[in-house]
């Protein structure tokens, strides 16, 4: 019962989409998916608590990490 009550209380809830990432300025492309996968992992880690959370996550991550940098991340 706890567990139906616990995702009950969780499906109203409005969680970051790619829409909403490129609403705060990002262009299309791979980062989008890049951003999403970080704040679902800081869901899942509970860094998050809501959508302002996950909202306030993004720009962070948007703003303190240029494209090209990130392009980057996979070299040696």
């Known amino acids: 019962r706890h567990v139906v009550r616990t995702f009950e209380s969780l499906a109203g809830r409005r969680r ?3 829409r909403d990432v490129l609403e705060l300025g990002l262009a ?3 980062r989008v ?3 999403l996968d970080q704040v679902a992992r ?3 880690e509970r860094r998050v608590r809501d959508f302002d959370d996950e909202l ?3 720009t962070t991550l948007i703003r303190g990490v240029p494209a090209e940098a ?3 991340d996979d070299s040696p």
Do not use: D, K, Q, Y
């Open 28 to 30: 299309p492309g791979p």
């Open 56 to 58: 306030a996550l993004a």
């Open 42 to 44: 800081a869901r899942r």
């Open 70 to 72: 990130e392009r980057n």
């Open 33 to 35: 998916g890049r951003i």
């Open 16 to 18: 970051l989409r790619g």
